[in-house]
């Protein structure tokens, strides 16, 4: 047995295509997108997000459109967007389907049941509903949805992604 420091189902760095190599040196927040009520919610991890400040603020999101979550967040209209932090790594990796999480995905980490879907207990949240029917993007659909609740928490830090791993961003960067 073998034991490698890199993974051994990614392509070699050269091979890799341009696009995705650029999105890998862009420092992007680590997010789970959950929907639904027990036992019909979904979540997923999303790294490729914004917040569109304005009357309603808007949450902008790239979402597998074969994924649990997108099923649940088009049959309810309703999402809750909770933004990990240093710690959360392993939630991060189960959400994203690349963890196992024995009874369910909900079973790694604290949650909330909100109007929303599911939300991390502890850590800042928005509740929001679709705005309108995605696009497509790549090979993901760009979602939009307007905030309609945000819950903040004490500064807990960030979890952001870079160059394929998750970075900690502490509370207080000054």
Avoid: N
């Amino acid at each position: 047995m073998t034991i490698h420091s890199d993974h051994p189902f990614i392509e070699p760095e050269g091979e890799r295509r341009p696009g995705r190599r650029l999105r890998g040196r862009q420092v992007t927040p680590v997010t789970v997108w959950s929907a639904g009520a027990s036992p019909e919610r979904a979540g997923l991890t999303v790294s490729s997000m914004l917040v569109a400040d304005g009357e309603p603020s808007r949450l902008i999101g790239l979402i597998d459109e074969e994924s649990d979550l997108w099923v649940r967040l088009r049959a309810t209209g309703r999402v809750a967007v909770s933004l990990l932090a240093p710690g959360d790594e392993m939630v991060a990796d189960v959400f994203a389907g690349v963890a196992p999480s024995p009874g369910g995905t909900f079973r790694t980490g604290r949650w909330l049941d909100t109007e929303w879907g599911p939300a991390l207990d502890g850590r800042c949240w928005a509740g929001a509903v679709l705005a309108r029917e995605p696009t497509v993007a790549g090979w993901s659909l760009l979602v939009r949805v307007d905030v309609a609740h945000v819950q903040l928490v004490d500064d807990t830090g960030a979890l952001a992604y870079y160059r394929g791993r998750y970075v900690g961003v502490p509370a207080e960067t000054r």
